[in-house]
């Protein structure tokens, strides 16, 4: 299966984590992006999974990690 | 409404005591017109949202829906709506259905302190969870039939469960088990997320696991007994067990057994997940539509690895719809925000009479409070701003007389009208705030906002006008009643 493209960050790594199967067809997957931890199904309406449809507010740009706040900063644990 | 005589009263309290799991409960629901099957093929996306928003526009009267036909999920069933609406709430009370919310406040406020736990165990063996058991190759897709709850969450959240814990520093001690409900983000086949803050016990139990580099493993229980999804939700003390309180709240026995690692677990919920948490490790978590009706910002969260998985034989997977309100959330939780202040602050103020902090888990709350002098309902105020819930969450606060009834809007905003002067707002800046508070400058830090409704007092050299003194009280309730049943044809 060919990974799909992620809507919210436009990574092309991406892995397939389930399929969902009726009466022996597949009628969709889920995705999850290997960068943004996005996951997405491939069934759901174009305005939440295709990049050029969705509200430009919740695309993501991951490219500098540390300006996203950690819940609970983890702490230097020696053990 | 239903005839509220004494029999059925009785007989309400009876079956509510004897509800002992998510089962019996929707079982309870069906008997009342209160749950309904929903059993044309619907798509996980956007059905299940839609659905289940188009319910909860009907607060007071909103079913519980059965799903049992999800494309791609042969077999599988999710209900939404359990808490769903005030009838729903009351009947869990076992009251009538049509029982008023200030009717409910008070039946819970009684409760509080009034009744012992009935805690009973049940072996593993014998424990209905643990039916069915999954120990390799966990894919948490095939066994929960997930769906997006808002269109722009970052993924697939278990919006309802209760996370159950054991202090990872006093593994031993059953009064410190945390049983809370936290949104949990799947994170691939056997991973998840879960969003939590300092000041939950989650949060610290975090956090300390991390500082001393000890195992923190977790028991995620979905589908629960509804008392305890309602109390779960209950700020309590640190060393009060969640499960002893929703026991001694709901006047009924709870059975408990152990997950596989280890923790106390409920023995008839419908699945439960054990994880472990992967110490020092964040992952990027949400957007998630939050209960003040907008989107939390993605934030990098821990993440606990899945070990095992048990469920009931045909296991409903519950959920919830949460965004902007009214939703489930804010019937699940509303009244037992409520509650507990009312009950922490009479400890040093017997002169609060009735709390109502149903608004966004309290981001509004109004205190009626028998006003002793003048300005001493804003020191009422300052003592609920210090409540374990308080403290982050009581953001807009509006103190009324006791004479105002704070579940009446009608009766509130009188009050704001005639009561209230310009210098009468105190606003304390840059305090403990909630993250998620969507107006926050900077989240986690906020103002708090203290509205004095209550009337003038000596020392006041102005005194309040003479008040219309319309006639109150049960008589009048009573011929209140009675026009509602002539409309219903009840009577004649």
Redesign the interface.
């Known amino acids: 299966m060919t990974p799909a493209q992620c809507p919210?960050c436009g990574s092309d790594g991406s892995?397939a984590?389930?399929?969902?199967?009726?009466?022996g067809e597949t009628?969709?997957t889920?995705w999850?992006c290997n960068d943004?931890?996005?996951?997405?199904?491939d069934?759901?309406?174009a305005?939440?999974i295709d990049r050029k449809l969705?509200?430009g507010e919740?695309a993501?740009d991951?490219s500098d990690?540390g300006r996203?706040?950690?819940?609970?900063q983890?702490?230097n644990?020696?053990? | 409404m239903e005839r509220a005589d004494g029999n059925l009263r009785s007989n309400l309290a009876e079956r509510a005591r004897g509800v002992g799991s998510l089962r019996d409960f929707l079982e309870l629901l069906e008997e009342h017109g209160q749950a309904v099957r929903w059993s044309d093929r619907v798509?996980?996306?956007?059905d299940l949202r839609n659905i289940a928003v188009a319910a909860s526009r009907d607060v007071n009267n909103a079913p519980a829906i059965i799903f049992d036909n999800i494309?791609?999920?042969?077999g599988k069933r999710t209900v939404v709506g359990v808490h769903g609406s005030w009838d729903n709430i009351a009947l869990l009370l076992g009251q009538p259905k049509g029982t008023t919310i200030r009717e409910m406040f008070f039946d819970i406020a009684g409760r509080w302190g009034d009744a012992s736990a009935q805690i009973s165990r049940v072996s593993e063996g014998q424990a209905p969870v643990h039916e069915c058991r999954h120990e390799e190759n966990i894919?948490l897709?095939?066994i929960l039939p997930v769906y997006?709850i808002n269109?722009?969450d970052?993924?697939?959240y278990l919006a309802k469960a209760s996370v159950a814990s054991r202090d990872p520093l006093e593994p031993d001690d059953f009064g410190k088990q945390n049983v809370g409900i936290y949104r949990l983000?799947?994170?691939?086949?056997d991973r998840f997320?879960l969003?939590?803050?300092?000041a939950h016990d989650m949060?610290r139990q975090?956090?300390a696991a991390?500082?001393?580099?000890?195992p923190l493993k977790v028991a995620v229980m979905l589908g629960n007994h509804p008392g305890v999804a309602l109390f779960a939700a209950t700020p309590i003390g640190y060393d009060e067990s969640e499960y002893a309180y929703a026991s001694a709240m709901m006047g009924a026995p709870i059975r408990l057994t152990s997950s596989g690692n280890g923790i106390d677990i409920l023995a008839d919920s419908e699945i439960v997940i054990e994880a472990e948490l992967v110490?020092?490790?964040?992952?990027?978590?949400g957007?998630f539509g939050e209960f003040p009706g907008s989107?939390s910002?993605?934030?990098?969260?821990?993440v606990f690895k899945v070990t095992a998985v048990s469920h009931r034989q045909n296991p409903i997977f519950e959920n919830i719809y949460i965004g902007r309100g009214w939703t489930e959330h804010d019937t699940l939780i509303g009244l037992h925000t409520s509650a507990p202040i009312y009950a922490q602050l009479r400890q040093t103020f017997p002169e609060v009479t009735a709390v109502n902090a149903l608004y966004q888990h309290g981001l509004t709350g109004i205190i009626a409070v028998k006003n002793r002098m003048a300005g001493f309902a804003k020191s009422v105020a300052l003592r609920a701003l210090g409540t374990p819930h308080g403290l982050m969450y009581l953001k807009n606060l509006i103190m009324v007389d006791a004479d105002i009834d704070p579940f009446d809007l009608n009766q509130v905003m009188w009050a704001l009208s005639t009561r209230t002067r310009a210098d009468d707002i105190i606003v304390l800046p840059n305090m403990a705030m909630v993250p998620i508070d969507p107006a926050a400058v900077t989240?986690g830090k906020g103002h708090h906002l203290i509205i004095d409704a209550t009337s003038y007092l000596p020392p006041d050299p102005v005194g309040e006008a003479h008040l219309v003194s319309p006639p109150t009280g049960p008589e009048i309730e009573e011929l209140g009643k009675r026009i509602r049943q002539m409309q219903r044809g009840d009577v004649r």
């Open positions: 919210r892995t984590d389930f399929r969902g199967v009726d009466d009628v969709w889920i999850r943004c931890c996005f996951s997405w199904r069934s759901e309406p305005s939440a969705r509200a919740f993501l991951i990690p996203f706040p950690v819940v609970l983890p702490s644990f020696q053990k | 798509m996980p996306e956007p494309a791609g999920y042969p894919n897709y095939d997006r269109e722009y970052g993924g697939f983000q799947i994170q691939g086949p997320s969003m939590t803050i300092p949060g975090i956090l991390e500082r001393e580099g000890v110490l020092g490790e964040r992952v990027f978590e957007p989107y910002g993605v934030r990098r969260a821990p989240p």
